[in-house]
């Protein structure tokens, strides 16, 4: 059965693309999601040591978590108090322990992560949780509303507005999946190119 509670972890938080596309299924309610203001910072600052920003650019980086946080209030994505369960958790790097831990409490059914290898499935099952690769979450979220319906409203919707949000600069809708394929969601693009007119 398809996940549908996610905690994102930084590696899916870091590009614009993938965020606002979550953001913009949970706006649908295809999905609920959460993170916790640690994995928020770990992509900002990375983010911060790889590019040349501006006080007013960084700024608005740094507000970026609590405008996901307002837009979502009603999913209360934001997870709190998991640090008591980081010493139970044994990965590859301990330092993504903290991850695990919050998704826990949070009550995720997934870790939505690109870093598969840095959570394996083993390290999981004692939580009944799995790590999923974006494009494959996507990929089976679209497979699934084709079959109960050919055109799957709600994400051309949600696809459809993320695009028409772009301004600097606009994107055609070709451009637009062509960015997402960039982010790796590759699979994702081909099957839903189907609905570019709709986009």
Same mark, same amino acid.
């Given at each position: 059965m398809l996940a549908k509670k996610l905690f994102l972890d930084a590696s899916v938080l870091y590009p614009a693309v993938t965020r606002n596309i979550f953001m913009h299924l949970a706006l649908e309610d295809l999905v609920r999601l959460c993170w916790s203001q640690r994995v928020q910072e770990e992509w900002i600052s990375a983010f911060l040591r790889a590019n040349t920003n501006t006080p007013s650019e960084q700024h608005r980086l740094w507000r970026i978590p609590s405008r996901m946080? %307002?837009?979502? &209030?009603?999913? %209360?994505?934001?997870? &709190?108090?998991?640090e008591?369960?980081? #010493?139970?958790?044994?990965?590859?790097?301990?330092?993504?322990?903290?991850?695990?831990?919050? #998704?826990?409490?949070?009550? #995720? %059914?997934?870790?939505?992560t690109f870093n598969l290898r840095d959570f394996p499935q083993n390290a999981l099952d004692p939580f009944d949780l799995v790590a999923i690769h974006p494009d494959d979450y996507l990929l089976d979220l679209a497979e699934k509303l084709i079959r109960d319906s050919s055109l799957p409203q709600e994400l051309v919707h949600a696809l459809r507005r993320q695009r028409s949000a772009l301004k600097k600069p606009p994107l055609s809708p070709e451009e637009f999946l062509d960015s997402l394929k960039r982010a790796g969601l590759v699979r994702f693009v081909q099957l839903i190119r189907q609905f570019i007119p709709h986009l």
């Open positions: 946080a %307002e837009a979502l &209030e009603h999913q %209360e994505p934001v997870v &709190e108090g998991y008591h369960l980081i #010493a139970q958790i044994t990965l590859p790097d301990p330092d993504d322990a903290h991850v695990v831990a919050a #998704a826990v409490v949070g009550k #995720a %059914e997934a870790i939505l």
